[in-house]
């Protein structure tokens, strides 16, 4: 608990752009350097600069990489491509989720599992728990910093400060899910084109102390199309209007992957990994709750508040937030299958109050194709 | 921006008197402090609200906070426009983004409100730049 708060190698430079730093994960990171609504949609219609630094970066090389990546995960990683990558999901032996993670294969026998901030050291235990001979196991989470640029603007910013042909709306190069080695701002790189706002973008990973001049660089070659940082407070909202989930809110290792809507990350078919049978067990009967989007009428939805049916408590709010894009009060809520259908009327209780909401399709927001 | 002519309350609500109606609001500085806000919830005309008491409710986007009644009293009138564009709260404190106007139950609790000086030494300010955190 009193541990000294982590800072990233962007640090002083969060500082001189006048970042409100707040503690997260065990880490000092920006929250906002202005306004969250405005750099919401900084993103959504140009593009930002996030620095991702305090996420877990792990590495699995060998012969037993894939084998051993696609025990501990629930996504299909032996059908996974050098140069892609996937949303994944591991689970514990109940199947609880231990974490959510985007799977990187970077070689024939080499795969990055980016993991949360939050799970590093629960991660590396789960992971390294009898890693066979035939994988080396490398935590590279205090020597990786990871700059995100997202928006539409993201990729002429990112062509701007690489030698890697990305184009628009191209699957040369580097398409969506796509990943290479490359240099970026004179520096060596892994860049994927991922991220976590429902935008084009890419994230960079590079050595920690080379992170001050990618994103310099990164900055001043977004200048001319509005690039401008991007803290996490504007992250959490850019994420929740696309439904993906937030690990400790949405998620955790007591939701089964199906209840959360996650059965599209879990490859049945794909042989033995942890979890499996619970998973398909509920998968077969069917949940008994749902993670359900709400849109909420008068007041904010927050994390923890009681989601209530004609007076009686049936549900939770997991996270929740005004959507700055979409214009409205929105929730992430566990509730009974029974009342988890679009345009079920419910309340959310904020204040002792029991506010009407409604269940909504998600995501809340989407991008034009 | 802490300007003259109004009292203003620890809490960070301003009051501007004007006969027997007292007009109150949240401070240039309490707004800085919340970030963007998203929701404002105020008592409806012909409530009654008491002085440090909540009167209601500004969301950012990041939290909820309560706003203080500096004053005691009926409320004569609230606010429409800012509880339906809240970001004027933050565009225009002390004019546009104001909350409630109050019947006064008392004037003498007008002495338990800060002078604009007091208020500034309250929240640090020196030189006419608010003191973040």
Redesign the interface.
């Known amino acids: 608990m009193d541990e000294p708060l982590k800072r990233t190698a962007l640090y002083d430079e969060h500082r001189s752009l006048g970042a409100?730093m707040v503690p997260f994960a065990g880490w000092e990171m920006p929250?906002?350097y202005g306004?969250?609504?405005e750099e919401h949609e900084r993103v959504r219609n140009a593009c930002g600069a996030f620095d991702l630094s305090h996420m877990g970066e792990f590495w699995f090389r060998g012969a037993g990489a894939r084998a051993w990546v696609s025990r501990l995960t629930t996504n299909d990683v032996g059908r996974l491509d050098v140069g892609r990558a996937q949303y994944n999901l591991m689970c514990l032996p109940s199947g609880g989720i231990v974490d959510d993670v985007i799977v990187y294969r970077t070689g024939e026998d080499e795969y990055l599992v980016v993991v949360n901030a939050a799970n590093v050291e629960k991660d590396r235990a789960h992971v390294t728990r009898g890693l066979p001979p035939d994988v080396r196991f490398e935590d590279a989470s205090l020597t990786t910093a990871l700059v995100a640029v997202q928006g539409p603007r993201a990729s002429v910013v990112v062509m701007a400060v690489t030698n890697l042909p990305v184009r628009e709306e191209s699957i040369e190069g580097l398409p969506p899910f796509g990943v290479r080695r490359a240099r970026v701002a004179d520096v060596d790189a892994v860049i994927a084109r991922t991220g976590y706002t429902g935008e084009d973008g890419f994230e960079i990973f590079v050595e920690w102390e080379r992170a001050p001049q990618v994103w310099t660089r990164v900055l001043a070659a977004g200048a001319s199309n509005g690039i401008a940082p991007i803290g996490l407070?504007a992250r959490d909202?850019l994420r929740l209007e696309c439904r993906y989930m937030l690990y400790g809110n949405d998620i955790d290792e007591t939701t089964n992957p199906i209840e959360a809507g996650l059965g599209w990350v879990v490859k049945l078919d794909k042989g033995e990994f942890n979890g499996r049978e619970p998973v398909a067990s509920m998968k077969e009967r069917g949940p008994s709750r749902r993670l359900v989007g709400l849109v909420v009428d008068?007041?904010?939805p927050?994390h923890g508040y009681e989601v209530t049916k004609d007076g009686d408590v049936v549900g939770r709010v997991t996270s929740g937030?005004?959507g700055?894009t979409v214009r409205k009060?929105i929730a992430l809520a566990y509730v009974p299958v029974t009342l988890a259908a679009i345009g079920t009327p419910l309340c959310v209780r904020i204040?002792g109050k029991d506010v009407p909401a409604s269940v909504v399709k998600t995501p809340f927001y989407k991008r034009a194709a | 921006m802490v300007p003259e002519g109004l009292l203003y309350s620890k809490e960070h609500e301003w009051v501007k008197v004007d006969g027997d109606v007292a007009t109150v609001g949240i401070t240039d500085f309490a707004q800085e402090q919340l970030?963007?806000v998203?929701?404002v919830?105020l008592p409806s005309k012909g409530e009654q609200v008491r002085q440090f008491a909540s009167l209601g409710?500004v969301?950012s986007?990041?939290a909820?906070s309560d706003v203080y009644s500096p004053v005691s009293g009926e409320v004569v009138e609230r606010n429409v426009d800012v509880m339906e564009k809240p970001e004027l709260v933050?565009q225009s404190p002390y004019q546009k983004g104001w909350m409630l106007k109050v019947k006064l139950a008392d004037r003498g609790e007008l002495r338990d409100l800060l002078s604009p000086g007091d208020y500034r030494a309250h929240i640090g300010e020196t030189t006419g730049a608010a003191g973040a955190?």
Do not use: H, M, W, Y
């Open positions: 409100k929250i906002q306004s969250i609504l407070g909202t008068g007041g904010v927050r937030t005004f700055p009060n204040r | 970030g963007d998203v929701f919830e409710v969301e986007v990041k909820a933050n955190d």
